[in-house]
């Protein structure tokens, strides 16, 4: 029954445009959801005054655009009511399954691909999409010492009533901690930002545009890095102007944190900067320099694991955050399993999800004339695994586009290679485990 049709794991932003783009292209699939819902962290992982970072241009997809009564800046609740009208328009909710949790997925015999699921079923698939999103797998530091008051991680925050009225720190310099920190500014009885290495802040408008507006693809990224560096130095100044560290790396090179609210604020007194914590101390939190403050509460804003914990170790691929694959997608071993929409795009994900979703829908195709995996083939050709999960926007679109040209000679490449084989290709086997943990992606 599934075995000629393709799973699709995930109905977040990145898995809709897939399920779309195969239901377009005619391809037989399932999609699965663990959550109840569509939106993937927009659904179950935001907290309530969340907005977006970049501007509705970036973040809306290519073939549908965001009302124009949307701000520059929507809100979460915003965005997913987007999702939902979108999967509505191109009647997409039909074709997901929600509630079904994957525990496992495993290639069998004949490069096929075993899914079992948190009710005990097993499907087989031709392949497996898997878009299961880096936004869950908390990343939490450890501590020395011990602390009296709560610890929590930036994605079990939901509403500012958790910090109001507190002694609140938050940990981290990127988007999430600053946001947090400024929430604390707003209500809490004292608010503190901890940081180890800072970030680069970037405004969200220049002359009232948002800064997406000034990057062109045809501008060198080392013109883009000089002229953003000195509208920095007028529009924000040196971090140590604001009582943070200067950053240690080059712009970028890691995520910078987009908006000033976080700055604002350790100017007007409501949020204080301190160092990288050192030590817990009942009520007190210890720093490297040896100050003091007394806590209630402890928001870790320290990130996610890429995280693929239903496949087997051998097919674990990642390193850090970075997926290790070619044509940012694909194994060079396995043919059938697909990690996508792990990168991290400076700018937005709205032109890529679909754009990238319809590149695929026209690789599997041609992957069914091709015994290799075309990711062998793409190593043939000369690709490189990726070195960062962060990539420009348009240098995605770019690759997307260079695949695209490339597939006759993929087709030409991925033949000679089948043709030098002493016998047809086949996904290695790997056994399933003894016990299954059906506790994973806990959100």
């Given at each position: 029954?599934?075995?000629?049709?393709?799973?699709?794991?995930?109905?977040?932003?990145?898995?809709?445009?897939?399920?779309?783009?195969?239901?377009?292209?005619?391809?037989?699939?399932?999609?699965?959801?663990?959550?109840?819902?569509?939106?993937?962290?927009?659904?179950?992982?935001?907290?309530?005054?969340?907005?977006?970072?970049?501007?509705?241009?970036?973040?809306?997809?290519?073939?549908?655009?965001?009302?124009?009564?949307?701000?520059?800046?929507?809100?979460?609740?915003?965005?997913?009511?987007?999702?939902?009208?979108?999967?509505?328009?191109?009647?997409?909710?039909?074709?997901?399954?929600?509630?079904?949790?994957?525990?496992?997925?495993?290639?069998?015999?004949?490069?096929?691909w075993e899914v079992t699921f948190d009710n005990n079923e097993v499907r087989i698939y031709k392949g497996v999409l898997i878009c299961n999103g880096h936004h869950w797998h908390k990343r939490m530091p450890e501590f020395e010492g011990h602390f009296?008051?709560?610890?929590?991680?930036?994605?079990?925050?939901?509403?500012?009533?958790?910090?109001?009225?507190?002694?609140?720190?938050?940990?981290?310099?990127?988007?999430?901690?600053?946001?947090?920190?400024?929430?604390?500014?707003?209500?809490?009885?004292?608010?503190?930002?901890?940081?180890?290495?800072?970030?680069?802040?970037?405004?969200?408008?220049?002359?009232?545009?948002?800064?997406?507006?000034?990057?062109?693809?045809?501008?060198?990224?080392?013109?883009?890095?000089?002229?953003?560096?000195?509208?920095?130095?007028?529009?924000?100044?040196?971090?140590?102007?604001?009582?943070?560290?200067?950053?240690?790396?080059?712009?970028?090179?890691?995520?910078?944190?987009?908006?000033?609210?976080?700055?604002?604020?350790?100017?007007?007194?409501?949020?204080?900067?301190?160092?990288?914590?050192?030590?817990?101390?009942?009520?007190?939190?210890?720093?490297?320099?040896?100050?003091?403050?007394?806590?209630?509460?402890?928001?870790?804003?320290?990130?996610?694991?890429?995280?693929?914990?239903?496949?087997?170790?051998?097919?674990?691929?990642?390193?850090?955050?970075?997926?290790?694959?070619?044509?940012?997608?694909?194994?060079?071993?396995?043919?059938?399993?697909?990690?996508?929409?792990?990168?991290?795009?400076?700018?937005?994900?709205?032109?890529?999800?679909?754009?990238?979703?319809?590149?695929?829908?026209?690789?599997?195709?041609?992957?069914?004339?091709?015994?290799?995996?075309?990711?062998?083939?793409?190593?043939?050709?000369?690709?490189?695994?990726?070195?960062?999960?962060?990539?420009?926007?348009?240098?995605?679109?770019?690759?997307?586009?260079?695949?695209?040209?490339?597939?006759?000679?993929?087709?030409?490449?991925?033949?000679?290679?089948?043709?030098?084989?002493?016998?047809?290709?086949?996904?290695?086997?790997?056994?399933?485990?003894?016990?299954?943990?059906?506790?994973?992606?806990?959100?």
């Amino acid at each position: 029954m599934y075995k000629n049709k393709y799973l699709i794991i995930g109905a977040g932003p990145v898995g809709l445009a897939h399920v779309k783009a195969f239901k377009l292209a005619g391809l037989p699939f399932d999609a699965v959801e663990a959550d109840s819902d569509l939106g993937g962290n927009w659904f179950h992982g935001i907290y309530e005054t969340a907005h977006i970072i970049s501007p509705k241009k970036v973040m809306e997809y290519s073939d549908y655009p965001l009302p124009e009564s949307y701000p520059e800046f929507p809100s979460g609740q915003l965005m997913l009511a987007y999702y939902q009208e979108y999967a509505q328009h191109f009647g997409l909710r039909e074709h997901i399954e929600f509630n079904q949790k994957v525990v496992f997925v495993r290639p069998v015999e004949n490069s096929l691909w075993e899914v079992t699921f948190d009710n005990n079923e097993v499907r087989i698939y031709k392949g497996v999409l898997i878009c299961n999103g880096h936004h869950w797998h908390k990343r939490m530091p450890e501590f020395e010492g011990h602390f009296d008051g709560e610890i929590i991680h930036s994605k079990d925050y939901k509403s500012p009533d958790q910090f109001r009225g507190k002694k609140v720190i938050v940990i981290g310099a990127g988007n999430s901690a600053c946001d947090l920190a400024s929430e604390a500014a707003r209500v809490s009885k004292a608010a503190y930002i901890s940081i180890r290495s800072s970030a680069w802040f970037l405004p969200k408008l220049i002359s009232g545009y948002p800064l997406s507006h000034f990057g062109k693809p045809w501008v060198p990224k080392f013109i883009q890095k000089t002229m953003l560096k000195i509208g920095l130095k007028i529009v924000i100044g040196d971090m140590e102007r604001y009582g943070l560290p200067r950053p240690d790396h080059e712009i970028f090179e890691k995520h910078p944190t987009i908006g000033s609210e976080a700055l604002h604020y350790i100017k007007h007194g409501r949020l204080t900067p301190k160092k990288g914590i050192k030590r817990l101390a009942g009520n007190k939190v210890v720093f490297t320099d040896d100050t003091e403050v007394e806590a209630d509460l402890i928001a870790a804003a320290t990130g996610f694991y890429l995280s693929y914990p239903f496949l087997p170790q051998a097919l674990h691929r990642t390193k850090g955050s970075v997926a290790k694959v070619y044509g940012d997608f694909m194994l060079d071993d396995y043919k059938g399993l697909y990690l996508i929409g792990w990168q991290q795009a400076r700018g937005g994900v709205g032109a890529l999800a679909p754009t990238g979703a319809d590149i695929l829908s026209h690789l599997l195709p041609l992957q069914d004339e091709i015994g290799v995996p075309i990711g062998k083939v793409l190593k043939e050709m000369g690709y490189k695994m990726p070195d960062s999960h962060l990539i420009g926007m348009f240098e995605v679109l770019a690759n997307i586009e260079k695949l695209r040209k490339q597939i006759p000679t993929i087709r030409k490449i991925g033949k000679k290679l089948d043709a030098s084989l002493s016998t047809p290709f086949q996904n290695p086997v790997l056994a399933a485990p003894e016990k299954l943990n059906k506790e994973l992606q806990v959100f």
